[in-house]
């Protein structure tokens, strides 16, 4: 009798057995996060590019540019909160 239980315990399946499911789930898990970590710094370069405009333009704006050349290349961009002064 106890034979029997445990032979029916004991699967063949692949899919009962707690190593492929857990192998799965980690796998599936894992091309999630690359394509999320993809994005964020994709982000990230955008925000990183963003500031440094920014500051470039600061400094343009009061008048002590980073490079001699540089004066030129930011005076064509419009610059963050530009407007009529008064």
């Known amino acids: 009798m106890l034979e029997l239980a445990a032979a029916a315990a004991k699967s063949t399946s692949a899919w009962d057995q707690p190593g492929t499911l ?50 030129a290349e930011t005076a064509s961009a419009p610059r963050a909160g530009a407007g009529p002064q008064g």
């Open 22 to 71: 857990g192998f799965l789930v980690v796998f599936g898990m894992a091309i999630i996060l690359y394509f999320v970590f993809r994005s964020l710094a994709k982000h990230l370069r955008k925000i990183n590019e963003a500031a440094r405009l920014e500051a470039m333009h600061a400094e343009a704006a009061a008048g002590t540019p980073e490079t001699p050349g540089s004066g």
